[in-house]
């Protein structure tokens, strides 16, 4: 499959340092902020720098390194929010949506880190 990245998403627009944004964790390959409308009291996306659309887009084309280094953001956000239950956290949510089923709204991969609340069912029944 081949994809097709808009380099004009607002997340590539973030990268390219054009729309200001909340950091709370960036290494060489990833970058961590807080959504500006959260849907709970911690939300921070996590969203690799690379041009990459979705995770299937991510595992098939990214280099290992990328991978690794966005893999590990995820958790060490988690851990920076005190989120993870080994270390008395009360847990979180951890959401990727992929396409119009998926109801992803912006073209770039990112996961949606969730928590300081109880989160509820994970879709309607």
Not at 19 to 35: C, G, M, Q, R
Not at 85 to 97: S, V
Request: no cysteine.
């Amino acid at each position: 499959m081949e994809f097709k990245y808009d380099s004009n998403n607002i997340f590539a627009k973030i990268l390219k340092k054009e729309i200001p944004n909340e950091t709370v964790f960036e290494t060489k390959h990833s970058l961590a902020f807080k959504d500006i409308n959260p849907a709970a009291p911690i939300h921070i996306l996590v969203i690799p720098k690379g041009p990459y659309i979705n995770y299937d887009h991510f595992v098939s084309q990214a280099t290992n390194e990328e991978i690794i280094d966005f893999n590990k953001t995820i958790i060490q956000v988690i851990k920076n929010e005190k989120l993870d239950p080994e270390r008395n956290g009360n847990g979180y949510r951890l959401i990727a949506n992929t396409g119009l089923n998926g109801v992803q709204e912006v073209p770039h991969l990112h996961f949606h880190i969730l928590g300081g609340r109880n989160m509820g069912f994970m879709v309607s029944r």
